[in-house]
């Protein structure tokens, strides 16, 4: 049952997964939130994780940096483990002036510069967007916390593009920039799937600003809760 890059065996990875991209923040996960924990992927220390969140059945995978990335794994895990709700957890940087520091996104869409998606579409220009009752699910878990956006997030391919594409994103209104839930969004369409992007605010493009040491922790936790709670309720 084992794939190149999942070595768990049927049954080991839960219905529900949360998909940090670094792994070892997957396991700071498994190890604060979650009881009866048993890990079932290490292959290129990419760590995955199965245990139990408030009685319910939940695991946690890490993905790594870029589209390409995370495609094989929400793939392998869609197709091979029989994962039916997937929600990414992460950071982005910021493009509005509304979006602060600290704050976190709800992705609604996610627009990209990369081909991936034309390639499955024969050129199409396919819009991939959140699972509804998830987004529902998150946005009412947070909905009596402060400095939480609904809205659209772009994923690009270059971390450190040179280019005028940033000001492109802002004229359309695009909250904030990250690397992943375009094709997490995509693929669930394409396997009917359900999944969802919650982003913690950590840089923001035009004012430079970066999230200190000190806050991350505690930011970081507010989107591992609404996730957590979305992902067995929603």
């Given at each position: 049952m ?11 990875v ?8 670094d ?10 939130y ?9 292959v ?5 994780y ?40 992460g950071t ?23 081909n ?103 930011s970081?936790n ?10 067995i309720?929603?």
């Amino acid at each position: 049952m084992s794939t190149p890059h999942i070595s768990a065996e049927k049954g080991e990875v839960a219905e529900r997964i949360l998909l940090p991209g670094d792994p070892l923040r997957a396991k700071w996960i498994a190890e604060n939130y979650f009881e009866n924990v048993k890990q079932y992927n290490a292959v290129r220390n990419m760590f995955g994780y199965t245990g139990t969140y408030k009685g319910e059945r939940v695991s946690v995978q890490g993905t790594g940096m870029g589209l390409p990335s995370i495609s094989i794994y929400v793939t392998e895990l869609f197709d091979h483990f029989d994962v039916q709700t997937a929600i990414r957890i992460g950071t982005c940087g910021a493009l509005l002036e509304k979006t602060k520091i600290g704050d976190v996104i709800i992705a609604m869409t996610a627009s990209t510069d990369s081909n991936i998606n034309r390639r499955f579409t024969n050129g199409l220009d396919f819009a991939p967007h959140a699972d509804f009752e998830l987004l529902r699910a998150a946005y009412e878990a947070s909905s009596e916390l402060p400095n939480i956006h609904v809205g659209g997030v772009a994923s690009m391919d270059y971390f450190y593009d040179e280019t005028d594409s940033l000001q492109k994103l802002i004229a359309h209104g695009v909250l904030g920039v990250e690397m992943e839930t375009s094709q997490l969004y995509s693929i669930a369409a394409r396997k009917q799937r359900r999944a969802l992007s919650i982003l913690t605010v950590s840089d923001h493009i035009i004012t430079h600003e970066s999230m200190p040491a000190i806050d991350r922790e505690k930011s970081l936790n507010t989107m591992v809760e609404i996730a957590l709670s979305a992902l067995i309720k929603g």
